[in-house]
């Protein structure tokens, strides 16, 4: 059976992942692109390289998940590797000798976090105000 990958679903499912409106999707393609086309574009099995190379800069996300991400793969993924029986007969024991460490290595993590979603909101912001003043 061969794997079919929707890849205008793969736009709309990341640009929603993201919270971009598919009209600021159109503004970041430029002048010819609006939110009719990009709902047609998401409608599409398959999107041309250089579109999809747009796009990819766009979202700043990498072409290859365009292209590779497919939603019933994943699903299978995730409920083989996190059913019940599964975490059951993987558990790994985990000896943690210096808990404090441990801490300062989650409280890194969610900083990093933060300050990508920092970023990330304050590119959304530019782009928001990009589209007003025009």
């Known amino acids: 059976m061969e794997q079919k990958i929707h890849q205008g679903r793969n736009v709309k499912r990341f640009r929603e ?11 970041d ?6 939110q009719k086309k990009i709902s047609m ?12 190379n747009q796009i990819s800069e766009a979202l700043k996300i990498p072409l290859e998940a365009f292209q590779n991400f497919d939603e ?7 409920s083989c590797n996190f059913s019940d029986n599964a975490m059951f007969n993987n558990r790994i024991e985990v000896f943690n000798n210096n808990p404090i460490e441990e801490i300062k290595k989650l ?24 589209l007003i003043a025009k």
Do not use: P, T, Y
Not at 17 to 27: D, N, S, T, V, W
Not at 41 to 52: H, N, S, Y
């Open 29 to 34: 393609l430029g002048n010819d692109w609006n």
């Open 72 to 78: 019933e793969q994943a699903v299978n993924l995730i």
């Open 107 to 130: 409280h890194q993590e969610k900083i990093a976090l933060f300050e990508r979603m920092l970023k990330e909101k304050d590119e959304m912001m530019a782009r928001l105000e990009k």
């Open 41 to 52: 574009l998401e409608q599409k099995d398959v999107i041309e390289d250089d579109i999809l």
């Open 17 to 27: 992942m993201l919270g971009i409106k598919q009209e600021a999707l159109a503004f």
